[in-house]
């Protein structure tokens, strides 16, 4: 885990939406997507509530945790030729 706290803004939106995308699970904690990008879990969860603005990533409680997976949205928006064959 990262010593880094707080925003970091050379963090691109694309690199949350990665790793979510890369990870075994199909959904991720808050806590294990902040491992992953090297942010603080305040950070990050202010990113993906972001995301979620932005229809790339959905969200859910479960638990004391909230889990986060990618809409289809956010799958195209990490495949720009998913974009052309789809006719976006």
Do not use: C
């Amino acid at each position: 885990m990262s010593d880094r706290r707080g925003p970091d803004p050379t963090v691109e939106d694309e690199t949350f939406l990665l790793e979510i995308h890369l990870a075994y699970k199909p959904a991720l904690g808050t806590t294990e997507v902040a491992e992953r990008v090297g942010l603080s879990q305040q950070a990050t969860s202010k990113r993906l509530q972001r995301l979620e603005d932005y229809r790339l990533v959905e969200s859910d409680k479960i638990g004391n945790a909230r889990v986060w997976w990618l809409t289809d949205d956010g799958r195209r928006q990490l495949d720009p030729e998913e974009n052309e064959s789809s006719g976006q």
